[in-house]
Structure formats: structure tokens, C-alpha cells
């Protein structure tokens, strides 16, 4: 964090030492530090973090896909067609319950509406 602390003073003080060199006369030193501090908040609150989230999402689509074309996640072929590979299957037993469950849901509730409705 001290590193980091370190870094983010040298940036501000490059900027107000480029800027300032320019409107010095202008803008008394408190009032440019206020200006300072407030633009580099606004930047740590709005901007980094999202700049953080898209950095993070392509690292993890980077990662999904380099883990996704190892051959353990091929499918394979035999005599009679593809299989799923050992990884896909070994994916699909172990979370066969909530796959089920995702897979007919919608068509049981479509039932339970429709029996709803029905007057008997």
C-alpha cells in the first residue's frame, strides 16, 4: 500500500507541477491542492473501479478459454460418433441435481400455472 501511496502522490504531483506551471498566478495553493485532491478521489471512485472490473473480466475470459481448450475438455471421438469428454462428464455427475432441476422447472411451473387457471 506505502508503494502504491508513493505512487499515486508522484502522479498528482507531475500533474500539479505541469498544470500549475501554466496557471500558477491564477490559483492559490490550497485551493489547487482542493482541485487536485477532489479530481483524483473522483478518479479512485468512478473511474478505477471500473477499469478494474473490465481488466479482471478479460483476465478471466482469457483464463476460461485457455483452461477450455485443454484436451481434457475435447470431446471424443469413437467408431460411433463424439462423447463428452471425461472433464464435461465428470461436470455433468457432479451437478446432475441442480442441471435436472434447471432443465425442467420452467416446464413444471408452466404446469402448476396452467392448473391453476383451470376451474374444475
Same mark, same amino acid.
Given at each position: 500500500m506505502n508503494d502504491k501511496q508513493l505512487?499515486?502522490? !508522484?502522479? *498528482? &504531483?507531475? /500533474?500539479t !507541477?505541469?498544470?500549475k506551471a501554466r496557471f500558477a498566478e491564477l490559483i492559490p495553493d490550497d485551493?489547487?491542492? #482542493?482541485?487536485i485532491d477532489q &479530481? /483524483? $478521489?473522483?478518479?479512485?471512485? &468512478? !473511474?478505477l473501479p471500473d477499469i478494474v472490473k473490465d481488466e479482471l473480466r478479460q483476465e478471466f $475470459?482469457? @483464463? #476460461? *478459454? #485457455? $483452461?477450455?481448450a485443454k484436451l481434457e475438455w475435447q470431446e471424443q471421438w469413437t467408431n460411433d460418433g463424439t462423447i #463428452?469428454?471425461? %472433464?464435461v462428464t465428470r461436470l455433468v455427475q457432479e451437478n446432475a441435481d441442480t442441471i435436472f432441476a434447471s432443465f425442467v422447472s420452467n416446464m413444471v411451473q %408452466?404446469?402448476?400455472? &396452467? @392448473?391453476r387457471q383451470q376451474t374444475y
Open positions: 505512487a499515486l502522490s !508522484d502522479i *498528482k &504531483q507531475r /500533474v !507541477d505541469t498544470i485551493e489547487w491542492a #482542493a482541485l &479530481q /483524483v $478521489k473522483l478518479f479512485l471512485e &468512478q !473511474d $475470459k482469457h @483464463m #476460461a *478459454k #485457455a $483452461k477450455l #463428452a469428454s471425461e %472433464a %408452466a404446469c402448476v400455472n &396452467q @392448473m
